[in-house]
């Protein structure tokens, strides 16, 4: 069994920046395309950002495209996600998502895809 564990929230002003941070604890020569996605209360889970397994390829929605920027580091088997320029409205539950599937150097960007997920960490941007 795979455990992701998320850090790195907490509340913040608007314009201000946030980096989170994904653990995962099973490492594999082939490492785990990852997901971020957010909830809002009373909102649907939403993607956010992807990386594959490598890093070399991620993409970003368009809603954070600019501001955020998710990268990896392979070695420790982080998973990171830097926010910036955060807006009340980016305020929400950021979770991170591990694909059990080998997908190359491709992103995994739909929710029904990921098989293990974190446990969730508070991002929260005042106005």
């Known amino acids: 069994q795979v455990q992701l564990v998320e850090s790195g929230g907490g509340l913040v002003q608007a314009g201000g920046s946030l980096r989170l941070s994904c653990a995962i604890s099973r490492r594999r020569f082939r490492p785990y395309a990852v997901g971020w996605f957010r909830q809002a209360p009373g909102k649907e889970r939403e993607f956010v950002a992807g990386?594959?397994?490598?890093?070399?390829?991620?993409y970003h929605a368009d809603s954070v495209k600019g501001r955020f920027t998710t990268s990896r580091d392979n070695i420790k088997n982080i998973v990171y996600l830097q926010m910036g320029s955060l807006k009340p409205e980016d305020t929400a539950v950021y979770y991170c998502?591990?694909?059990?599937?080998?997908?190359?150097?491709?992103?995994?960007?739909?929710?029904?895809?990921?098989?293990?997920w974190g446990q969730g960490t508070q991002v929260t941007v005042s106005s």
């Open positions: 998502a591990a694909d059990e599937n080998y997908r190359g150097d491709f992103v995994v960007s739909s929710i029904r895809d990921f098989d293990y």
């Open positions: 990386i594959s397994g490598s890093g070399g390829n991620a």
